[in-house]
């Protein structure tokens, strides 16, 4: 398993002027991109934990949309950003697009104030799961369509009603392995988060 020692270069600390944190959770279907997101972003080295994807996930993971993909997230990501000027922390955790990780998945979420779900028009029902996890663990969220180039394109009402999104969720696109375009998205959500949940639950770094 490929974990990244905290000590690897290059160590970057919490800048002196980041006041609030968050920890938010990116998830959405297996392939979908959150990985790749997580890493885009993040201002230190992504702690990842890849396996290869190997014979006994035939028939269970769905590589359609991901040839080349060889490796699967066993457990999490996890990566930091700070924005709004410098005065908030993100800590990025990714989960494990499988449902056979829910009990692991429940865990990562715990005290998560809200997530960014990544989904592929090439396989929208694989964000059910994520879906529903967050509605029933009230987890507030954001949706992204990472586009992939021969992925199809909808309107937004489409898109709407195939997740099942409630009006006012924030649908936004975004290219999970550009930097300012997962910015752009993880935007969406903070800005959703502040203006409808209160901004005082944004805690404040030990
Ligand atoms: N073309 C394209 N490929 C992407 C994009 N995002 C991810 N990928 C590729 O899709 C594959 C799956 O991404 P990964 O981040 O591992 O998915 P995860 O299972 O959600 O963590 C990887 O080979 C990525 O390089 C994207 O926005 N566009
Ligand atoms: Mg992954």
Redesign the pocket.
Known sequence: MDCAPWSDPPVTYVPATVTRSAKIVVA??????????I?SVSEVKPLRM?EPITQASAGVDDLR??P??T???VAM?FGRIHMAGGSLALYLF?LP?QARFQPLWEDLAEGALGCLV?ADTRDLDASHDALGLLDSGGIPYAVAI????DAPGYPEAELREALALDPYTPLTT?????RTSSLHALITLTEYLTEHRSAAVLETPR
């Open positions: 959405g279907g297996f392939g979908v991109g959150k990985t790749t997101l890493g890849e949309g991901t080349h993909k490796t699967t997230t990501d990714g697009g990544l990472n586009t992939f180039p975004c290219d999970a392995r550009d």
